[in-house]
Each structure stands twice: as structure tokens, then as C-alpha cells.
């Protein structure tokens, strides 16, 4: 907390803000979806031990629930060996062991995703457990025409790059430059399948979310992009001849949203902007579908035998007497194509996953450089540090109620200039915070349909239909 910005956080108690309606609303609706998930696993196991002990952690969820919805006092992490235990106990402690619904939005939130994990870690045969996999596994099944068009487009893309001497420099270089553009926007608006908002999203109601014709149209609700200067940077790299050009990408959501930075990923790789990508996982089940390294092993599985992850069905389409449409000889071609290139890649430690305890703390970014040193001197290497989606956006500013014309630069404080990390956050917004609009735009926005009015809210900004791009040249 004493490395924090002295901007106020958001709390659960605004009742104009979305923090408010997360922990009424949301939250119990996630440990709900958990409890029914470990139900669905206990009667799945014959094994008496691990049911005993998953009606345990049912118990233990249902517990947390009640304590949320009935406004109790946060209590201690218990110690299940792990090093945050005390980071987490003592931030509780310096906030005056609060109650749910009076609280920094931000570290309620980290420390509702570490209690739960905590049922798990303690156990025996539930240990390794992620309550979230199966949702995330088959949003990403359900996202099966945005994943097939993507795989046609990034092969057609990187078999030109390959072949296609016919350009002249110039003509290359802008090329690559409008390429590198559509494939951040890719992983920008890939972020809009976040599973702990989509609690009543249909799957049809996913998949309109994706794909060429809804990026295109949302292309107009970027309100900054300063893409251009994160290519500058990569570009001077490469012009330069550096060795070792390096970009790294901490990690959202599983699912769809890591297949689109997979897809960035290994256009960086190939068009030579860089030459090493290092992804950044969470540790444990964080946040409904981010990223833990299993997720990886799973997609990359997926992907591996696409027919029979396509066309078998899911629990759901059981249950409804569906069968999946089979996939044609080109689709599992194409799919085929990004397993071998991904998997090369990954072999050959160009595209590596470095998992740190750190992006699953408590509290913001503005703690890295006092907090975690050797991850912040490790980050220095990078040329890029993309930081993906909401969360992390919250992290970087402090989840504070800045002035939303306050310069990006600004409020990510000691990431800012000088910290010696360039960084890039593709954001669509699903919170609050936001900086870096021109003077009047917030009030302009919400002045439109659903943006909030004269309400003292900006609504605008939780739906995920708006979004941000913005860079800081740390060094």
C-alpha cells in the first residue's frame, strides 16, 4: 500500500460505480458456477477419498458466498505454504479487517479469487484443480467460426510473408505496419469473451462478439491508439539488428483471447519484429478464464487433434441431442498449420511461458519495481511489454478514480517514463478507470445510450464495447 498512487481507489461501497455491482451481483453468480462445477466432479469421481473431500470444499464455497452476500468481515488467507499468504493478511490487516461491501474494489476482488483457490491448495485431491477449466474449455469450443477464419487468414498471411519477394522495402515495411495493426485490434477486441463478465451471454451471443465484420465495426470505438508508436519502437529494433529483440505478453484470458495472442505472438516471430516472445500465465485459477500454464498444454491439445475437439460433443449438446457440423478437410488443415508452427516455435525457445507469483497479488503495478525486483529487472530486457485486457489495465493504474484526461504516462507512476519498460495495454474497458481521453470525451460518451448520464456513473465504460490502446516509452 505505500507504494500506491494517493489517488482514491474505487470501492465496493460506490454505488456508482461498477465495483458495486460486481460484489452484489457478480460475484456470488462466479462461486456459484464454482460450487456447481465441483458437484459436477465429485459425482463424475469413484473415488470416496476426493468426494468426501470436494463436498468439503463445497461446503467452504458456499460459506464464502454467504459471508459476501451478508456483508461479513473479510477474513485471513489460510496458510497453505505459499509465499502471498502474508502479502495478503498483511494488506487485510492495514485496511482494518474490512467488510465486504466497504473496501478497495481492487484488492477485494484478488483476494475473493484467492480464497477460493485456497479450498483447493489445502486439499489433497483437489490440489491442482482449476473449479474454472471447463468454462473455459468450451467458450473456447464456442468460438469455433472466429478461431477457423482466423486460422485461414494467419496461414494465407504468414505462406505470402514467406514467398512474397515482389515488394519493395518501402512496400514491405508498410505492409507490415498495417498487419501489425489488425493483429493487436485482433487481440484488443479478442478480450471481449471475458467469462467472468458473460454470465448470461449465450453461446451464439459469443460468437457474434468475434470475428472480421464485429472488429471492423468496432474499430470506431477505440478511444486512443497509440499502436503506431509501439511499432516504431519494435521497428527501430529490427532495423537496428539487435539479436535479441524481445516482446512479452502478460496474459488475459484463456481460451479464444490466447489463441488471438498466440496468433500476434507468431506474426511477431515471423515478420522478424521479434525474435523471442515470453508469455506471462497466472500461477493459479485467477479471475474466472485468465491464463494458468495447464490452459496452454490444454489449447495446444485442442489444436493438436482439432476433428476430435470439434466434432465431439460437448456435455451440453448432449444433453440437447445436438452434433457438432464436422470440420472440413481445409479447416483442420489450417489448424493443423498453427499447432506445427506454434509448437515449433515453442520448441525452439522462441515462444516460452514464465508464470510469477507476482501478477496474482494483491494491489497494483505501482508495486513491481519495490515489490518484485527481479521481475521488473527481467521486463527491462523486453523491447514491448504488452499487457492484455481490463485487469491488468486496472493493476497498471491502481484502480484509482483518476481524471479521465490524466495521461496514461501518468498513472502507471513508476511504469511510466524512465522505469526502463515500454508498455502497451490493449484494454477494452470493463471498469471504471480510464485515462489518457481528450478533455469532455468521458462526459460526451456518457451522454450516448446506456453511458451513464446524469447518474454519476460511467456505465460506458463496463460493458467492453470501448476500448483503449496505450503506450508509455519507458526507456
Not at 468454462?135 to 514467406?162: C, H, W
Not at 464436422?326 to 522462441?350: V, Y
Not at 519495490?370 to 523491447?383: A, I
Not at 493493476?395 to 524512465?418: H, M, N, Q, R, V
Amino acid at each position: 500500500m505505500e507504494f500506491d498512487t494517493k489517488t482514491p481507489p474505487y470501492r465496493t461501497g460506490d454505488k456508482s460505480s461498477f465495483a458495486y455491482v460486481s460484489a452484489r451481483d457478480r460475484w456470488p453468480v462466479i462461486i456459484t458456477q464454482a460450487i456447481d462445477d465441483v458437484y459436477r466432479s465429485v459425482t463424475e469421481s469413484d473415488d470416496s477419498a476426493k468426494q468426501e473431500e470436494g463436498k468439503k470444499i463445497i461446503a467452504e464455497l458456499a460459506r464464502l458466498k454467504y459471508e459476501l452476500q451478508h456483508d461479513r468481515q473479510l477474513t485471513p488467507i489460510r496458510d497453505d505454504g505459499k509465499a502471498d499468504v502474508s502479502v495478503y493478511n498483511h494488506e487485510l490487516e492495514q485496511l482494518g479487517t474490512p467488510n465486504w461491501f466497504d473496501i478497495p474494489w481492487l484488492f477485494c476482488e484478488c483476494y475473493l479469487y484467492r480464497r477460493i483457490n485456497t479450498s483447493f491448495s489445502l486439499s489433497t485431491h483437489w490440489k491442482t484443480y482449476d473449479v474454472f477449466y471447463r468454462q473455459k474449455i468450451n467458450t473456447f469450443r464456442s468460438s469455433r467460426p472466429a478461431v477457423l477464419e482466423l486460422a485461414a487468414r494467419y496461414k494465407d498471411l504468414i505462406t505470402q510473408m514467406g514467398h512474397d519477394r515482389r515488394k519493395t522495402e518501402a512496400g514491405r515495411d508498410e505492409a507490415q505496419r498495417i498487419l501489425f495493426f489488425e493483429m493487436c485490434e485482433i487481440c484488443l477486441w479478442g478480450n471481449a469473451t471475458d467469462l467472468s463478465l458473460l454470465t448470461s451471454l449465450t453461446y451464439e451471443d459469443i460468437q457474434k462478439l468475434q470475428g472480421s465484420e464485429a472488429r471492423k465495426a468496432s474499430e470506431k470505438n477505440i478511444l486512443v491508439n497509440d499502436l503506431g508508436d509501439a511499432y516504431e519502437v519494435l521497428k527501430k529494433s529490427q532495423r537496428e539488428g539487435k539479436k535479441e529483440r524481445r516482446v512479452d505478453i502478460v496474459l488475459d484470458n484463456a481460451g479464444f483471447e490466447l489463441y488471438v495472442d498466440l496468433i500476434l505472438a507468431g506474426y511477431l516471430l515471423s515478420s522478424g519484429l521479434a525474435t523471442l516472445v515470453v508469455l506471462h500465465p497466472k500461477s493459479i485459477p485467477w479471475f474466472v478464464s485468465d491464463v494458468v500454464p495447464g490452459d496452454f498444454a490444454a489449447f495446444l491439445g485442442a489444436l493438436a487433434d482439432p476433428k476430435r475437439f470439434y466434432e465431439t460433443p460437448s456435455d451440453d449438446e448432449k444433453l440437447q441431442d445436438k452434433t457438432p457440423p464436422p470440420l472440413s478437410e481445409k479447416d483442420s488443415a489450417d489448424l493443423g498449420f498453427l499447432f506445427q508452427e506454434w509448437t515449433r516455435m515453442h520448441a525452439e525457445g522462441q515462444l516460452i511461458l514464465r508464470p510469477n507469483a507476482f501478477w496474482t497479488y494483491p494491489g497494483g503495478y505501482w508495486r513491481l519495481p519495490s515489490v518484485e525486483k527481479n521481475l521488473y529487472e527481467d521486463l527491462k530486457n523486453s523491447e514491448l511489454v504488452i499487457f492484455k485486457g481490463d485487469l491488468n489495465y486496472r493493476k497498471l493504474t491502481g484502480d484509482a478514480a483518476w481524471d479521465p484526461s490524466t495521461p496514461f504516462t501518468e498513472a502507471i507512476g513508476p511504469l511510466g517514463p524512465g522505469s526502463g519498460v515500454n508498455v502497451l495495454a490493449l484494454r477494452t474497458c470493463k471498469a471504471d478507470v480510464v485515462v489518457g481521453l481528450t478533455p469532455g470525451q468521458d462526459e460526451e460518451i456518457r451522454e450516448k445510450e446506456e453511458g451513464g448520464g446524469d447518474g454519476g456513473a460511467r456505465k460506458w465504460a463496463w460493458n467492453g464495447k470501448w476500448a483503449v490502446v496505450s503506450f508509455s516509452q519507458g526507456r
